[in-house]
Nanobody, 117 residues
């Protein structure tokens, strides 16, 4: 059974930083593409960033230059370093595994990020 657990969310002032973690169990981590998504109140869940098994990354335009996705295959953990945070980054952040057909699954429970102005 695949399990993903996010952590690291919290309350931060605009301009501040947070680092989210996503621990993955039950799947061959080193060969898996992983992604971060976020869902703000009343909105759909949006793509934030992804990272392949080899370390290739992709970012949503809204976070390019501010967020950095990374992974530690030895620890089966993915990270999202978020700098220069803005109030519009406020959302529940989720990690997931990319499946066949470029869909994502095995969603974690999410971690709340709140950025105050």
């Amino acid at each position: 059974q695949v399990q993903l657990v996010e952590s690291g969310g919290g309350l931060v002032q605009a301009g501040g930083s947070l680092r989210l973690s996503c621990a993955v169990a039950g799947r061959t981590f080193s060969t898996t593409t992983l992604g971060w998504f976020r869902q703000a109140p009343g909105k759909e869940r949006d793509f934030v960033a992804s990272i392949t098994w080899s370390g290739s990354t992709n970012y949503a335009d809204s976070v390019k230059g501010r967020f950095t996705i990374s992974r530690d295959n030895a620890k089966n953990t993915m990270y999202l370093q978020m700098n220069s945070l803005k109030p519009e980054d406020t959302a529940v952040y989720y990690c997931a595994v990319r499946l066949a057909g470029l869909t994502y699954g095995y969603w974690g429970q999410g971690t709340q990020v709140t950025v105050s102005s």
